[in-house]
């Protein structure tokens, strides 16, 4: 079991892999990817269930995740490669022609870990409580897990599924919403208010909890405490709140790097922000 | 002329129902999901039989479709239904991020496609499904003609893996149907020489109906039962055309888009002839009695006669 340090210093080198894919084919999502970084860390390194080799779409027996908000693609990629889905030397391909690693992620070249095509928003909800209710269809009692954009929310069939989550008490999946109150034509606020969120989803009938997601201790803290929350006839929404670009300092506390890549020097500066902890790709 | 007849009308959708409730018997991986139409689309029994692999979703299709894809992993062969309009064009994008290019193995299963679902007008009578789903790569598309067709396709599909999307429809139409239902596989109704008419869905009774009065004017009609529009039967189609060297597509669908445009591509590059098409012409339907409005908007056995006629003139 890895300590918070190890965690941290995998974070590091999975944020390196995010600059670095998104610079060498100068396009991705580097802002959401640097945010969810420690998330998707504890997720795969500690938190779930997992068995990247071989890798079985079906998943019996092992908790799910799926990403939703598919355009931070650098991160789960990274993360995918790091914990063993496939070779790191993969994420060389990003972005290029005949790679599997697709702008927006898909099963479609086979790409090992990847079990949902996500980039258009807002499907992602419905196809966990899916995978959710196969678990249970199957007395499978592992756990499914998503991640959304907080712009994501804004897609009506989120609120669809929200609502049939709770009807039909999925308390095997535990939700996550990447709060940074960042989207691309600017903040959440201006673009098209979410309100209170914790309130809107306590009355869509689902169990509510909020974390720092860029604080592992606390990540693995509240996570423990959504495990501990299943099992009990509601869905878990964990409202994680995160800073876009978190690691790289010019890239925090504004929307501009929602989709943009940074260049040579850019880059550089980057890096040297960031700990090169089990060696680069 | 080869003889059809038939004792009774059912509409297809029943052969939608039974065949899943079989389906709900025999095959445990079978689960159903319906946006509250489950008394319409038939799927009451199944539901009965099976209330652990029902799921009412409400009437929230993009989620039903989501939901549907999601079950696959795991696998479960999920069947989804309702209205082919909400089937379709309300879920495309879900369709095709969440079942097609994901390859999830759902099987989307839609009724009361057409003009012939009657007086709810045009809000629902969708005419372009067809084109939007076959446009999907790896998409099976399926149209069968009665009742019996309908309930072998339903349990043909869960045997075939891959996104399928089932259509049908609501009124109720003559049973005639006895021949085996292959995916993929196009279906001799009667031999010919003049003519080889291709038909699919509710318009495969008027097309043996057209033969029958082609006969009488001398015309010896092939007709031909398409019932998958994806994957195309090829072989059969250029088979028959190659002998009868005209040809006539018919469907309750646009022209655009539909049976008679996948037709015309094989033709066009494999052996260009004349081909006239019986389908709805680039316009939206309306309210009316099903027998009604397949005879305003040409989708009747006179139409197919008129085209046969046309094409056989058009041969050089």
Redesign the interface.
Known sequence: MPTIIELEKITSQVRRDIVRMVHAVNSGHPGGSLGCSDYLVALYFEIMNHTPNPFD????NQD?F?LSNGHISPVFYSVLARSGYFNVNELKTFRKLNSRLQGHP???EGLEGV??????L??????????????K??N?NSLVYSLHGDGELQE??IW??A??AA??KIDNLISCIDYNQQQIDGSIQDVLDLGNLKDKWQAFGWQVLEMNGNKMEEILSIMETAKNLTGKGCPIMVIMKTEMGQGVDFMMGSHKWHGVAPNDEQLATALAQLEETLGDY | MKKYTYTEKKDTRSGFGDGLTELGRENPNVVALCADLTGSLKMNQFEKENPDRFFQVGIAEANMIGIAAGMTIGGKIPFTGTFANFSTGRVYDQIRQSVAYSDKNVKICASHAGLTLGEDGATHQILEDIGMMKMLPGMTVINPCDYNQTKQATKAIANHKGPVYLRFGRPAVPVFMNEEFIIGKAIMLNEGTDVSIFATGHLVWEAIQAGEILEQKGINAEIINIHTIKPLDEKAILASANKTKCIVTAEEHMINGGLGDSIAQVISRKNPMPIEYVGVNDTFGESGTPAQLMEKYGLSADAIVKAAEKAISRKS
């Open positions: 779409m079906d998943g019996k799910l799926f898909t099963t479609h079990r949902m095509s996500s980039g258009s807002g499907q992602g909800l419905s196809v966990a409580i899916g995978a959710a209710q196969t678990k269809l199957n499978d009506g069939q669809e599924a609502m049939y009807h039909n």
